[in-house]
């Protein structure tokens, strides 16, 4: 996402100092969860959801969770060969 100028938006846009490790770090194991044993989020497209709903919805950052959850979701489907197209008011919704 990109302001109007076309340049990209910091997110999130603080100093990792200022976020809960601990937060960002569970945010992140998310889509490994299992229970007794089971996957909870099987396949790619299932853990980059739980990736993109652990930061969305948790506000585990002061700001930019949103953006973050974006972008996080995006780059893991790129490493693992798929690309997530949307114009910014469908990202907007989807988020």
């Known amino acids: 996402m990109a302001d ?7 997110a999130p846009p603080l100093e990792l100092e ?3 490790r601990h937060a960002v770090e569970s945010g992140l194991a998310k889509p490994w969860a299992a229970f007794d044993g089971v996957e909870l989020y099987v396949g790619l497209h299932a853990k980059a959801a739980a990736w993109a709903m652990a ?8 700001d930019g969770n949103k953006r973050l959850a974006l972008i996080l979701m995006g780059a893991f489907l790129g490493i693992n ?3 997530v197209i949307a114009e910014e008011d469908e990202a907007v ?3």
């Open 4 to 10: 109007l100028t076309g340049r990209p938006r910091l």
């Open 18 to 20: 200022q976020r809960s």
């Open 55 to 62: 930061f969305a919805r948790s506000q585990r950052c002061p």
């Open 81 to 83: 060969g798929y690309e």
């Open 93 to 95: 919704d989807m988020m």
